[in-house]
């Protein structure tokens, strides 16, 4: 069964430091979402994005945030200058086409662990 | 907000029996989701009802939805040992662009 899939498991960066998320989408989803947890807490909404741009963007995906689709299958999520409080495990999902619950369902990454000392 | 809240906060059982978990969400939905957590890793789909649905199985799954009382609930029956995790509702918002809002989720224990 196709899957979404995410790199690097797990990532420790300094403070101050660019980081750079990837995931791989399942092939023939057009639709890209990113979420957050921070330890103990609710899983949140990020960004999304679909025909090439952003079309939504929560309140903690500011300037220091960025994402692309440098390809067909890629789709990353860079962090210009991390904070401490970046530190959390990152979520990449992925929705339809398909038609019907394929098209509706979003399906999640098994997620990065981004530790930031 | 469209946030799912779900209730219980905390649910232990005994393995084999049935775990119902319960969710309300506030505004209207084209569909209901339920993704399961294992601790610490990533959220897994579980079943999506459409709100033109009252009922929906999965193997042990069960999920209903109640338009009118803007609520859902999940069924696992047969509960075992690995069903023990976190269990969240995501009643995305409108439009093909959909974000999921997640609460703080149902933690399942279920004991051997």
């Known amino acids: 069964e196709p899957e979404v899939t995410q790199t690097p498991s797990h990532q420790v960066t300094q403070m101050g430091q660019e980081v750079i998320l990837r995931c791989v989408p399942i092939?023939?989803?057009?639709?890209f979402y990113w979420y957050r947890q921070i330890l103990g807490q609710k899983v949140e909404f990020l960004v999304s994005?679909?025909?090439?741009?952003?079309?939504?963007k929560s309140e903690i995906f500011d300037d220091q945030f960025s994402v692309e689709r440098p390809d067909g299958s890629n789709f990353t999520l860079k962090i210009r200058s991390t904070k401490l409080e970046d530190s959390a495990m990152y979520f990449c999902?992925?929705?339809?086409?398909?038609?019907?619950?394929?098209?509706?369902?979003?399906?999640f990454g098994p997620g990065t662990r981004l530790l930031v000392l | 907000s469209q946030q799912g809240e779900e209730d219980p906060q905390a649910l232990s059982i005994q393995e084999g029996e049935n775990a119902t978990m319960n969710c309300s969400y506030k505004?209207?939905?084209?569909?209901l989701q339920w993704y399961r957590q294992n601790s610490g890793r990533g959220l897994v789909h579980l079943i999506l009802?459409?709100?033109?649905?009252r009922e929906k199985h999965s193997g042990r799954l069960r999920v209903t939805l109640d338009t009118s009382k803007k609520s859902s609930s999940l069924l696992i029956t047969a509960s075992r040992a690995a069903d023990t995790a976190s269990y969240f509702c995501?009643?995305?918002?409108?439009?093909?662009?959909?974000?999921?809002?997640f609460g703080k989720g149902i933690t399942l224990s279920v004991r051997p």
């Open positions: 999902a992925s929705k339809g086409p398909g038609g019907g619950v394929t098209q509706e369902t979003q399906y």
């Open positions: 092939s023939n989803h057009l639709y």
């Open positions: 994005f679909y025909n090439n741009e952003i079309s939504e």
């Open positions: 505004t209207s939905i084209n569909n």
């Open positions: 009802i459409r709100s033109n649905e």
């Open positions: 995501a009643p995305p918002y409108t439009g093909a662009n959909s974000k999921l809002t």
